[in-house]
């Protein structure tokens, strides 16, 4: 009987080859250079705030911090980008409504009340019932009425800002106290920014429904092969309308944040071009634009490293203007890089590298 001998993968080879690869390399080319031009770019510093709290500071202290809507925002956009092989260009446009919604809620009719209309928790779950509505129009317009994911979302990323004015009449309610600020600031006692804690408590929630559902393998069947998923059972109407609800919820908790920040809600400019950054989060965490397979962690470090490279710019005094050139070179060269004819070449190289050695050996 001859004996089948199993090759096995050491840890870096897998790496090598896994998803994560991508953004770790970005990562790690980002903090090289910051390396090189700044050391003191990692430093990181325990100080108190106007209120006499203990929070830390520093350039990753304000990355973790200001990079954790995005990166709440990559995990529904990546189970979007799977399941219906598009994106939802609309995230910015309801993260306004969803706030105003909230806003409503908790400052009354009021624009600047002395206090708080109803508790912050019933505001929160109202901003997630809209957020999941907004999530439901478009899952509908995608998987029922078959429209293209950008251009059904198209309709919400348009009226979105203007529907948000509306709620509160035009006006920019201010939420009085100092309790609401916490979630976009710093709990007293704890020197960690809130947003980071709500991203990581964001971050077990989906490991845990990924580990203990169905929802990562029925997503990727989808994608794939709807037909198929179909011929086995599933139902890839009901798939994609709940990764669009999904996304609904990660915006709303984005939402708390982002008003959290300023107490308030500017409609125009509350996050603006967010939904930009969180699908160049899904294509820089390596998953196919087109849907299928995905991996949602590679896109949270992706947001992160999207992050990093804003905060880096602003370190070395770049114009926030000419922020979009940066990430644009960063688009080109994941295309340039994921094309088929670039692959086959590499693979092609890595053969004529392993061939030398084995021929040593």
Known sequence: MEKTTVKKQNPFSRLLHSQMMIPLVALLLLLGFNLLMDPAFFKITLGT??????????????????????????????LVTAASGGQDISVGATIAISGSAMLRILCGTESSPSTLAAPIILGFLVAVLVGMLCGLFNGILVATFKIQPMIATLILYTAGRSIAAWINNNQLPIVPGSTFTYFGGFIPGIPIPTPFLIAV??????????????????????????????????????????SFVILGVCVAVAALIKCSRTSTINYSVVAQNIEMDAILAVALGGNSLGGGKFNIWASVVAAYVIQLL???????????????????????????????????????????????????G
Request: glycine fraction near 6%; hydrophobic fraction near 50%; charged fraction near 15%.
């Open 201 to 242: 408590l964001c971050f077990i929630i989906t490991a845990l429904v990924l580990k203990f559902t169905n929802l990562g393998l029925y997503t990727q069947a989808v994608g794939i092969n709807e037909n198929a998923a179909k011929l086995n059972g599933l139902k890839p109407v009901f798939i994609k309308i709940l």
């Open 49 to 78: 705030n106007s209120a006499g709290n203990p929070v830390l500071s520093g350039n990753l202290i304000s990355a973790l911090n200001n990079g954790s809507e995005l990166a709440i925002l990559a995990i529904g956009m990546t």
């Open 310 to 360: 804003t905060t880096t710019l602003y370190k070395f005094k770049v114009s926030s203007d000419a922020l979009p050139a940066y990430k644009a070179v960063v688009v080109i060269l994941l295309i340039v890089f994921s094309a088929p004819v670039v692959k086959e070449k590499m693979a092609e190289i890595g053969k004529k590298v392993r061939k030398p050695a084995k021929e040593v």
